[in-house]
């Protein structure tokens, strides 16, 4: 390949592939969100007292 | 993580393996990368928090497709009918884009069945021709396209009935990885081609070469930025209201901003990683510069249905009917991640406004999409089925966009709106991004929007300076006027040609009022869904007072 094709290949596949695997593991290290009873969607999702 | 491969499947699409790498050849190879990360920055990924944020608002107020949804967030009864256009581009690009999956099921099936082995680059160029055109099928299927219009409709429709957790996220949970798995697959054949191998006629390098050498001249030209722009938009799925829909079931607290970012990154690893290891090096290496030149005039679909079979069966009869199973099978997968969530919208207005049930709301999407697709399918060589792709999945998309963008930052208020993207992010939104979000995407939105209704001839842009402007045949307006065919029924001298000319006039002409006719139904519906809200919070008003006075 042509240096300048390399590089500008190179260059785009690490940007792209950096940037994905960046924001998918942050999202893997979220840790899910608790919510107040009187936020929860449905009524099934409310404990019974 | 379902809702993320969810919207990441419906982004990631068709236009991911088909179209980018056709894109970037024509316009200027590696150089179109630079537009094209700008396009994403500054339009795709405001655009993506936008949509969600318009949509996990909208969820909050119990409204699930977009008419309500822009209803909710600008005072102007107009804003419910600028929704109209998030229910009516998803069932009109459906109905074409559910017949282009179904290519991708009857291939799966023709290359198990090894009908492309031994076959010559003409015999399945001829293949493609005959199919489209209806001719008799290979294998004795009666109507061979319609059958596997008929059999992918159902899916979707079946898979849509059993609901948005169940279906279309369980698919999505398959069917990434799964394609992802493919497209690596795939990648890692395209750059190991070694020239004088299994026929091939060149080395991967040389395919790369193509595709990625920068032709810097053309960083500048606002055609190659209109294009970057336009392909943000079809890899994205902006400006449909798929994302809307899909966001007005997430909880008040829920991140948008990181989900969004990961699912629109995921979506450009595909397109660009994925999708720019197969197409041309694979082409390049078993045709030639000049063949793939010539091919990629026709769009990304003809290199990909015309040649790409006879390229996979160089590599031998079981490995090619492997790797050519697994290719469509990874298009198909792509598309129906895709088409599923263009059937939310429409089920989400019914299930809202009218009360329907999920099934009979499935059902009759699958019902409009049958009826509506079926004329690109009698009719493809008339031109219905790019009839249907230009003004849903081209015009519609920027114009919608630009709308939802104007509504978002001017009528319902940046400050609102920012506090939307950024309550229960799990990521620190920069700030600069306010700015970008009220100026720099709307106005590369309008230029996009006008610099599409007045495109100039041969892209010089140059010559509206000089006073010699001429439109081209692409732009909006002569596109309306239908100058092409005119011009060629002008030139031609042929009886029989004219006549076919004219036939396509006719059809293109139909296919604009269906489409427009869809329009207007959507509207009505939205009208009367508005009327029985009124009615209702009048008699729930008289009610109150009811009350009141017997108290």
Known sequence: MNTAALAFMLITLGLVTSMTLYFFSKVLKVPPKTYPVDLQETAADVPEK | MGLILAMAGNAVGLGNFLRFPVQAVQNGGGAFIIPYLVCFLVMGIPLLWVEWAMGRFGGKQGHHSTPFILDSMGKRALWKYVGVFGIWTNIAIAAYYCYLESWTLSYMMHSLLGTFSGQTQEDISNFFSQYVSLGPSSVGIPYEPIFFFVVCLLLNTWILSKGLMAGVEKVAKVGMPLLILFGIFLAYKGLTITAGEAGAIHDSSVGLNFLWTPQYDKILSPTVWLAAAGQIFFTLAVGMGTIHCYASYMKSRDDIALNAMSAGWMNEFVEVVLGGAILIPVAVGYLGIDKVNELVQLGGLGLGFKTLPYLFFQWGPILGAFSSFLWFGLLFFA?????????????????????????????????????????????????????????????????????????????????????????????????????????????????????????????????????????????????????????????????????????????????????????????????????????????????????????
């Open chain 2, 335 to 551: 598309g129906i991640t895709s088409s599923l969530a263009m059937g939310t919208p429409w089920m989400g207005f019914l299930q809202d406004e009218f009360n329907w049930k999920r099934k009979p709301a499935a059902w009759s999407f699958g019902g409009l999409v049958l009826l509506l697709g079926m004329p690109t399918v009698l009719f493809f060589n008339y031109g219905v089925f790019d009839e249907y792709d230009y003004w849903t999945g081209t015009v519609a998309l920027v114009v919608f966009a630009l709308l939802e963008c104007i509504l978002f930052a001017w009528v319902f208020g940046l400050g609102k709106g920012w506090r939307e993207i950024t309550e229960g992010a799990d990521l620190k939104v920069p700030r600069v991004y306010r700015f970008i979000i009220r100026w720099v995407t709307p106005a590369l939105l309008l230029w996009v929007f006008v610099g599409s209704l007045f495109t100039p001839k041969g892209g010089d842009w140059g010559a509206y300076l000089r006073g010699d402007w001429e439109m081209d045949n692409s732009s909006i307006i002569k596109k309306l006027m239908n100058s092409s065919i005119h011009e060629k029924i002008a030139v031609t001298t042929d009886l029989t040609q004219i006549q076919q000319l004219q036939d396509q006039l006719f059809y293109v002409n139909a296919s604009r009022f269906l489409l427009l006719g869809l329009f207007v139904f959507i509207c009505g519906l939205v009208f009367v869904a508005h009327q029985r809200r009124v009615a209702l919070a009048k008699r729930k008003q008289e009610s109150e007072i009811l009350e009141l006075t017997k108290v």
